[in-house]
C-alpha cells in the first residue's frame, strides 16, 4: 500500500506565501502522476494542479501565475508553492498519486490551508 502524508498547511493572510509537501512511501512502486486538489467548505473537490513523471504541468485557472507545482521523482515527493494568497484559496489541500500497475488513485488525509483577509 502506498502512503501519501502532505505538511506545510497553516494559517496566513491575504497575499502571504506557503509551501505545501507531499511524500509517498510503502512498497515497491512507480508514480506516474502526482498531483494537488483541494476542497472548500461548501464546494465541490478540484483540481489545483499536477505534474507527470516527466514534468508536464497542468493548473486550475484560478491559480495560474501564482501557484507552482514541483516534483522530486528519486524521494516520491510533490510540492506546491502557493504566492500570493487570497481568501477563496482556504481550503483542504489533498495530494494523490497516480501509481502505475494501480487502477485507483492514492490519496493523502489532507492538510487545512486557511487565508485570512
Known amino acids: 500500500q502506498v502512503q501519501l502524508v502532505e505538511s506545510g498547511g497553516g494559517l496566513v493572510q491575504t497575499g502571504g506565501s506557503l509551501r505545501l509537501s507531499c511524500a509517498a512511501s510503502?512498497?515497491?512502486?512507480?508514480?506516474?502522476?502526482m498531483g494537488w486538489y483541494r476542497q472548500a467548505p461548501g464546494a465541490q473537490r478540484e483540481l489545483v494542479a499536477d505534474?507527470?513523471?516527466?514534468?508536464?504541468?497542468n493548473y486550475a485557472d484560478s491559480v495560474k501565475g501564482r501557484f507552482t507545482i514541483s516534483r522530486d521523482k528519486a524521494q516520491n515527493t510533490v510540492y506546491l508553492q502557493m504566492n500570493s494568497l487570497k481568501p477563496e484559496d482556504t481550503a483542504v489541500y489533498y495530494c494523490t498519486a497516480d501509481v502505475i500497475g494501480r487502477v485507483r488513485d492514492y490519496w493523502g488525509q489532507g492538510t487545512q490551508v486557511t487565508v485570512s483577509s
Open positions: 510503502g512498497s515497491i512502486f512507480t508514480i506516474n502522476r
Open positions: 505534474i507527470t513523471r516527466g514534468g508536464s504541468t
